[in-house]
Nanobody
Framework: QVQLVESGGGSVQAGGSLRLSCAVS????????MGWFRQAPGKEREGVAV???????TAYADSVKGQFTISRDNAVSSYLQMNSLKAEDTAMYYC???????????????????WGQGTQVTVSS
């Protein structure tokens, strides 16, 4: 049973920073993508960043380029450094992992097999 657990969310004032962490337990394919997604109330879930376990290549949504940085220690953990936070970054943030390798760096939720429960990020202006 693969489980993903996010941590690091919270409340911060605009301009502040947060670092989210995602830990994976269980057996997971060592070559995978790990991504971070967010969902604000009344909106669809959107991908913000993804990283490949082999090689460390990354991709970002245009809305967070230069603001968020994704990283990972290995195939079973990832981090999302979020700087210069704005009110519009307020959302539930989820980490996810693919179970079938990482041929394409996708920000589409349908490409991911495993999901965490989410961690809330609230940015006050």
């Amino acid at each position: 049973q693969v489980q993903l657990v996010e941590s690091g969310g919270g409340s911060v004032q605009a301009g502040g920073s947060l670092r989210l962490s995602c830990a994976v337990s269980g057996i997971i394919y060592s070559s995978n993508c790990m991504g971070w997604f967010r969902q604000a109330p009344g909106k669809e879930r959107e991908g913000v960043a993804v990283i490949r376990s082999v090689g460390g290549r990354t991709a970002y949504a245009d809305s967070v380029k230069g603001q968020f940085t994704i990283s990972r220690d290995n195939a079973v953990s990832s981090y999302l450094q979020m700087n210069s936070l704005k009110a519009e970054d307020t959302a539930m943030y989820y980490c996810a992992a693919t179970g079938r390798g990482c041929a394409v760096l996708s920000l589409h939720p349908d490409q991911y097999d495993y999901w965490g429960q989410g961690t809330q990020v609230t940015v006050s202006s």
